[in-house]
T-cell receptor, first 111, second 118 residues
Framework: DAKTTQPPSMDCAEGRAANLPCNHS???????VYWYRQIHSQGPQYIIH???NNETNEMASLIITEDRKSSTLILPHATLRDTAVYYC????????????FGKGITLSVRP | GAVVSQHPSRVICKSGTSVKIECRSL??????MFWYRQFPKQSLMLMAT?????????EQGVEKDKFLINHASLTLSTLTVTSAHPEDSSFYIC??????????????FGQGTRLTVV
């Protein structure tokens, strides 16, 4: 079973920031928070991951609460192409570590 | 980032036949690959973990004799759906982690294979 819970859907206006929340209250000390997204009929695309510090890359920012029980993925300037299902996953690292997908959150970016 | 390639991207087969799906890590070595299945409007479900040079580990409820996995090299894993039935029609996706000496690495996913059994 997935160890994360996400709202089923949300929308935002094009050009605005999209803040996607995720709860992972049972996260273990050695588990990272990963975010992936899946555009229809494609394989999941890696976005970002982190352990406890906030992370930023060219795609997004990841804000993890101090107690690590929740996090927020921020797409700073959403575009129509960001419309997708976003999955928040907790997993340890290592070649054999599985990624267990929950239902994800469907983000719809409106013009 | 690293690339994982699946082939074919789409396949249609007749009931009772077998279909092989290939998953390749193009620019890194993958001792472990993962196979997922996704039905329409559902999330990805892990089917099995493929280990180079050894037997695959199947998730509960996945028939190992029906979904044959071979991981013969560090860059190739194959999934064969044997005696396919219409209910096996699904989107099959593989993934692998590029360990490359780094501690914390993301898993990369193939583009998926759409299997339709008629």
């Amino acid at each position: 079973d997935a160890k994360t819970t996400q709202p089923p859907s949300m929308d935002c206006a094009e050009g605005r920031a999209a803040n996607l929340p995720c709860n992972h209250s049972t996260i273990s000390g050695n588990e990272y928070v990963y975010w992936y997204r899946q555009i229809h009929s494609q394989g999941p695309q890696y976005i970002i991951h982190g352990l406890k510090n906030n992370e930023t890359n060219e795609m997004a920012s990841l804000i993890i609460t101090e107690d690590r029980k929740s996090s927020t993925l921020i797409l700073p300037h959403a575009t129509l192409r960001d419309t997708a299902v976003y999955y928040c996953i907790v997993s340890s690292t290592g070649a054999n570590s599985k990624l267990t997908f929950g239902k994800g959150i469907t983000l719809s970016v409106r013009p | 980032g690293a690339v994982v390639s699946q082939h074919p991207s789409r396949v249609i087969c007749k009931s009772g036949t077998s279909v092989k799906i290939e998953c390749r890590s193009l620019d890194f070595q993958a001792t472990t690959m993962f196979w997922y299945r996704q039905f329409p409007k559902q999330s990805l479900m892990l089917m099995a973990t493929s280990n180079e040079g050894s037997k695959a580990t199947y998730e509960q409820g996945v028939e190992k004799d029906k979904f044959l996995i071979n991981h013969a090299s560090l860059t190739l894993s194959t999934l064969t759906v044997t005696s396919a039935h219409p209910e096996d029609s699904s989107f099959y996706i593989c993934s692998a982690r590029d360990m490359g000496g780094r501690k914390n690495t993301e898993a990369f996913f193939g583009q998926g294979t759409r299997l339709t059994v008629v």
